[in-house]
């Protein structure tokens, strides 16, 4: 009788483990399907010359940055985007050690989005508005979160779209800085 119970117990653990393998597989499968189309056109080689302002008057000039070589992250995400909050805290992090430009795309004016910012604990020294999407537009972002990692050398490094790790970012922040 134990072992018929055992048996059975048996089953139902790998019927089930067959079932959350066959699901992940699924939900890597749809990833890597929309991954082409997430990527879209983005900007490849030489990054884009830009002198932005950000919401608190800081002046952001990549060549600059670059020419001190730096590396440096481009973040292009909006308020409206429910996957974005999900990298928020990573990028105020990441901006503790690496340089920062936060392009918030098609999230209001000015005031809308300093009062996001306040809300949110965002740091607005390195936050910059798109109001019309034109600077997410420029990089070929067609969805957000959109990172671009910008070696010293102006070159555009590494691209992600959508969800991706504070560690993962990191990484691509040292190694575009060797």
Known sequence: MEQTQNAKSSK???KA??????????FVTVFLALRPFMQGDV???????LQLTSLNGQTLDLQKMNAEGEVVLIHIWATWCPICKFSRDGIEDIAADYKVISIATQSG??????????????????????????????????????????????????????LTSSIGLRFRLWWAGL
Do not use: C
């Open 12 to 14: 139902l653990w790998h």
């Open 17 to 26: 483990w067959f079932k959350n393998l066959l699901t992940v597989l699924v």
């Open 43 to 49: 900007l490849e080689g030489q990054a884009p010359k």
């Open 109 to 162: 004016d000015d005031e809308q989005l300093l009062s996001y910012a306040r809300q949110h604990e965002m740091n607005a020294d390195y936050l910059v508005n798109d109001l019309d999407g034109a600077l997410a537009a420029q990089f070929g972002a067609k969805a957000v979160p959109a990172d671009f990692v910008i070696s010293p050398n102006g070159e555009i490094a590494f691209v992600e779209v959508g």
